[in-house]
Nanobody, 128 residues
Framework: QVQLVESGGGLVQPGGSLRLSCAAA????????IGWFRQAPGKEREGVSC????????YYADSVKGRFTISRDNAKNTVYLQMNSLQPEDTPVYYC?????????????????????WGQGTQVTVSS
């Protein structure tokens, strides 16, 4: 059973940074593409960033390009999302999802957003 646990959220001032972690339990992350998604109350879930399993290719939403960096540490079975220059609009709950297919990373990001199995997520609040 694929189980992912998100952590690292918190309260940060505008311009600050956070690093989110997505840890895998019960399976090896090496063979899965991983995506980060976020959802604000009353809004649709949106894809933030995804990383492939095969070549490490990445996808970023336009709203976070240049500010967020996704990376994976297979030895720790964890994928990270480093978030810099945070703004109030970066506030919602963040979730991660996994997909075992070796497809173009943007396609997988769209697919995971629609079909992902979601955990508790981690709340990010950007406020002064």
């Amino acid at each position: 059973q694929v189980q992912l646990v998100e952590s690292g959220g918190g309260l940060v001032q505008p311009g600050g940074s956070l690093r989110l972690s997505c840890a895998a339990a019960g399976f090896t992350l090496d063979y899965y593409a991983i995506g980060w998604f976020r959802q604000a109350p009353g809004k649709e879930r949106e894809g933030v960033s995804c990383i492939s399993s095969s070549d490490g290719s990445t996808y970023y939403a336009d709203s976070v390009k240049g500010r967020f960096t996704i990376s994976r540490d297979n030895a720790k079975n964890t994928v990270y999302l480093q978030m810099n220059s945070l703004q109030p609009e970066d506030t919602p709950v963040y979730y991660c999802a996994a997909d075992p297919r070796d497809w173009p990373v943007h396609t997988l990001c769209v697919l995971m957003r629609l079909t992902g199995s979601w955990g508790q997520g981690t709340q990010v609040t950007v406020s002064s």
